[in-house]
């Protein structure tokens, strides 16, 4: 049921039989959440982590006049929150893009893991530094880049992250968003993202249709992108 | 709540939304369609450039045509004649 949760974590940190026990054992509640729905509220009190199965959630922060910024997305495998371990309230909101099922993940069960596996506690905590390093990358696309970077970013972003969990190949993924959806994450308005799509589209690079991604040239997003996956820290981990 | 096309037609063609979205009214997606031609013409505007030929057209899920609003509508260009 958590495997890609082990894809994600394997894929940078070596996780032995005992610590996977460990883990499965900390899973509680499985929930079934309808999509556009905010699961966690900002500055609510929370003791329970929310483990991502299927389906795509979001963090985000909004204004009194309802525009709504998207600070990250969170794909099958993530923790939506493991920050919220230690954070306890947070200051942004999480809420569910698609229909989701999720796991949770008690804190207590959490520090459980913690104490009994220094290794787990690192890797939990490395977790929650790869999410602030990807909201530094979102920083430098919100603050600098050109709309068409922009766009062209959060898809090389998305076929790195869904493509450790099984959910992307270099020739497209499915992304199950519309178009406000990814105005919202790019700090563009919907019809300017429409003329982005297109010209995305007209030079061959990506077409993003039905809600899936399909990518021509990957070597040419990255490029328009100037995407450099280092802050995705993929390289496996020491112990 | 009602679906509406923001079209877009300018200097380097037609953008079709092909997607549309939901909006409470006619005047919601104009509002919507107003701010994104204004951000589209604002990183142009960032290269040097200010092309006001172009207009938005709003459809609903039929395809009717609901209301056309023209660039130079959502623009309020101040400029001196150039001549004391």
Same mark, same amino acid.
């Given at each position: ?7 994600r974590?394997r ?11 460990a883990?499965?054992?900390?899973i509680?509640?499985?929930?079934e ?6 699961v ?18 979001c963090?985000?922060?909004d204004?009194k006049n309802?525009q709504r910024?998207?600070?990250? &997305? ?6 939506a929150d ?7 309230? &947070? ?14 993940v008690?804190?207590?069960r959490?520090?459980?893991i ?9 890797v ?6 790869v999410?602030?390093?990807i ?8 603050g ?8 062209a ?8 992250? !869904?493509?450790?969990?099984? &959910? ?8 199950d ?8 994450c790019?700090? !563009? ?7 982005? &799509?297109?010209q995305?589209?007209?030079q061959?690079?990506?077409?993003f ?7 021509h040239?990957l070597?040419k ?11 995705l ?5 020491p112990? | ?10 200097h380097?063609?037609?953008?079709t939304?092909e ?5 409470p009214?006619?005047?919601?997606? *104009?509002?919507? *369609? ?12 960032g290269?040097?450039?200010?092309d ?8 609903? *899920? ?8 023209r ?14």
């Open positions: 049921m958590i495997e890609r949760h082990f894809l974590l894929a940078r940190h070596d996780i032995d039989s005992e610590q996977e026990a883990i499965r054992s900390a509680g509640e499985v929930r959440y309808q999509a556009g729905r905010t966690i509220h900002a500055e609510e009190y929370i003791d329970q982590s929310t483990l991502l199965l299927d389906g795509l959630m963090r985000y922060k204004l309802g910024q998207i600070a990250e &997305l969170h794909v099958p495998g993530d923790f493991v920050h919220s371990y230690v954070l306890k309230r &947070l200051d942004h909101n999480i809420m569910t893009l698609t229909d989701c099922r999720v796991a949770m008690p804190h207590d959490l520090r459980a913690t104490v009994a596996s220094p290794h787990l506690a690192r939990y905590w490395f977790s929650t530094a999410d602030a390093a909201h530094r990358e979102w920083v430098l696309s919100l600098r880049r050109t709309a068409i970077s922009r766009v970013a959060l898809f090389c972003e998305l076929q790195m992250r !869904l493509g450790i969990v099984g &959910l992307a190949e270099d020739t497209g993924f499915d992304f968003l519309n178009q406000t959806e990814l105005a919202e790019v700090g !563009l308005t919907p019809v300017h993202v429409n003329r982005i &799509l297109k995305l589209r007209e061959r690079i990506v077409t249709r039905n809600r899936r991604v399909e990518i040239a070597d997003l990255r490029s328009v992108a100037e995407f450099d996956p280092f802050y820290y993929l390289d496996r981990q112990r | 709540m009602p679906h509406f096309h923001i079209h877009v037609h300018n380097s063609g037609e953008t939304d997607e549309g979205a939901d909006y009214s006619l005047d919601d997606a *104009a509002r919507s *369609a107003v701010e994104g031609v204004r951000a589209i013409l604002g990183e142009e505007l290269r040097g450039a200010l006001l030929r172009g207009r938005i057209e709003i459809t609903d *899920a039929d395809g009717q045509t609901l209301r056309v609003i660039f130079d509508e959502v623009v309020n260009l101040q400029q001196d004649s150039g001549r004391e």
